[in-house]
């Protein structure tokens, strides 16, 4: 059984959602009857202060993962912060009124949740969850997990060794601007964008 807040959770929400494959600015659509999704026994709902979008969302918004994604409807968005307002049974790392974070798809492109980040309310499994620190807002909270994690798993993939020098492409932008600031606490890596 699911524990929420004192505050009432609505039955439904304000979300951006499209119906059908297409460029955002032919199916994307603001609606303000989604239900808000019920949490699973692993899940926590979190009301969503921010969220960020990236090039996955638009890329799935076209189609171009259609034989692994969640068909439409969906509610697009993979990054969120927000405060925990209900928990399911399993839940241990969290309670309502946890300021959070995350990116609430653990597999990009495998049956991600219909229900995405552009709404008021989403749901994710508390594995893909942090608590937001208290130095960071909401904006700058969620702009951060897909990106950073994308740009970590690069360096990580890079296998780079002490004295080698890095050039990163595209540094101006989400990855690349993460991947400058990884760099940059790391006295072992020469940068050059
Ligand atoms: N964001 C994620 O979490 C994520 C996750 C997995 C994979 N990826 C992939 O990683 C790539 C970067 O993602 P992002 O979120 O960092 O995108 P982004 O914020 O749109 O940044 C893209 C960067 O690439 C530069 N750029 C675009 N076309 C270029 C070209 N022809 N030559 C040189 N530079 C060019 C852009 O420069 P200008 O600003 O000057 O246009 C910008 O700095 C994308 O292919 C994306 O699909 C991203």
Redesign the pocket.
């Known amino acids: 059984m699911a524990s929420s807040m004192f505050q009432r959770v609505p039955s439904t929400m304000k979300a951006w959602l499209y119906e059908e494959y297409g460029s955002p600015e032919k199916v994307l659509q603001l609606k303000s009857d989604v239900p808000v999704p019920e949490v699973g026994d692993d899940q926590a709902l979190i009301k969503v202060e921010a969220a960020a979008i990236?090039?996955?969302d638009f890329?799935r918004m076209l189609g171009f993962f259609r034989n692994t994604d969640s068909p439409p409807p969906a509610v697009p968005g993979?990054?969120v912060a927000g405060v925990v307002v209900k928990v399911g049974s399993q839940v241990e790392k969290f309670k309502v009124g946890d300021e959070v974070y995350g990116?609430i798809n653990e597999k990009?492109i495998e049956s991600p949740h219909k229900i995405g980040t552009l709404a008021e309310y989403t749901a994710a499994e508390e594995r893909v969850l942090a608590l937001k620190p208290k130095n960071l807002k909401f904006v700058e909270a969620a702009s951060l997990?897909?990106?950073?994690?994308?740009?970590h798993e690069g360096l990580e993939r890079a296998g780079l060794t002490s004295g080698q020098s890095i050039l990163i492409?595209?540094?101006?932008?989400?990855?690349?601007?993460?991947a400058i600031q990884a760099c940059s606490f790391s006295s072992e890596f020469l940068l050059q964008t």
């Open positions: 990236n090039p996955v890329k993979y990054d990116v990009g997990p897909l990106a950073i994690e994308t740009a492409l595209g540094g101006a932008g989400g990855v690349g601007s993460l």
